[in-house]
């Protein structure tokens, strides 16, 4: 083989290569959600001021593609008796048929339908089931960087948006002093840590401290 020809073969199998490695570097990269660095709350008008609350216990993945958003897809599964506001009262009230029963619908899920990239934000369609009502909803995103950590990759993702609970069939409400109690609207707001470790191992959710180990 000529020395020109040695060049040419040689620059071909570099150009493979490089475009393998290309393509293995854009590809949608899979990040399991860490329950214990990550966080789903609301908000909700409660007269004149608003009520915040979070859902303790929740799963689910977020694919990710940073050439190529429309390849990048998220879903979670919400326990809904993990609900917590403060005040045990009131958790026990929203878990009861009045708002989520619980006993009923165990879960609330979210599957995305599409996502898009508009500049450093993502939008994010998709369908929510709550109350055993699904519809369609929209949230804005955004992927706020990863890199190696613990062993794996992490990552990190935000979502907010807000939704109208009458369209899921929560409608209890209390009128007092001719004021409503609860307004409609309810804000989401989602920060996720991702994990992407070697083998597929996923994060777990750290065991709740309970009675018979409380003093350990």
Same mark, same amino acid.
Request: proline share 4%.
């Given at each position: 083989?000529?020395?020109?020809?040695?060049?040419?073969?040689?620059?071909?199998?570099?150009? @493979?290569?490089?475009? &393998?490695?290309?393509?293995?570097?854009?590809? /949608?990269?899979? +990040? %399991?959600?860490?329950?214990?660095?990550?966080? &789903?709350?609301?908000?909700?008008?409660?007269?004149?001021?608003? &009520?915040?609350? @979070?859902? %303790?216990?929740? @799963?689910? #993945?977020?694919?990710?593609?940073?050439?190529?958003?429309?390849?990048?897809?998220?879903?979670?599964?919400?326990?809904?008796?993990?609900?917590?506001?403060?005040? !045990?009262?009131?958790?026990?009230?929203?878990?009861?048929?009045?708002?989520?029963?619980?006993?009923?619908? /165990?879960?609330?899920?979210?599957?995305?339908?599409?996502?898009?990239?508009?500049?450093?934000?993502?939008?994010?369609?998709?369908?929510?089931?709550?109350?055993?009502? %699904?519809?369609? *909803?929209?949230?804005?995103?955004?992927?706020?960087?990863?890199?190696?950590?613990?062993?794996?990759?992490?990552?990190?993702?935000?979502?907010?948006? =807000?939704?109208?609970?009458?369209?899921?069939?929560?409608? +209890?409400? =209390?009128?007092? #002093?001719?004021?409503?109690?609860?307004?409609?609207?309810?804000?989401?707001?989602?920060? *996720? !840590?991702?994990?992407?470790?070697?083998?597929?191992?996923?994060?777990?959710?750290? /065991?709740?401290?309970?009675?018979?180990?409380?003093?350990?």
């Amino acid at each position: 083989m000529s020395v020109r020809r040695a060049r040419f073969a040689a620059s071909l199998i570099a150009a @493979s290569l490089l475009g &393998v490695a290309a393509a293995a570097q854009a590809a /949608p990269t899979t +990040w %399991t959600i860490d329950p214990n660095h990550s966080s &789903v709350t609301f908000t909700i008008r409660h007269f004149f001021s608003k &009520v915040s609350g @979070s859902f %303790t216990k929740f @799963s689910g #993945d977020v694919v990710y593609d940073p050439a190529n958003a429309s390849l990048s897809s998220a879903k979670a599964e919400i326990d809904a008796s993990s609900i917590y506001t403060a005040n !045990e009262r009131r958790d026990n009230h929203l878990k009861s048929p009045d708002f989520f029963d619980v006993a009923k619908y /165990p879960t609330l899920a979210f599957q995305s339908t599409k996502v898009t990239a508009d500049g450093g934000k993502l939008k994010i369609e998709g369908k929510l089931t709550m109350h055993g009502v %699904t519809k369609p *909803v929209t949230l804005e995103g955004a992927f706020l960087g990863s890199g190696p950590a613990m062993g794996g990759q992490r990552a990190g993702f935000e979502a907010s948006g =807000k939704v109208d609970r009458k369209e899921f069939g929560i409608i +209890w409400n =209390k009128v007092v #002093d001719q004021n409503a109690m609860l307004g409609d609207d309810v804000e989401i707001r989602l920060a *996720v !840590e991702g994990v992407n470790e070697p083998g597929g191992k996923k994060a777990e959710a750290a /065991p709740k401290k309970t009675e018979a180990n409380a003093t350990k």
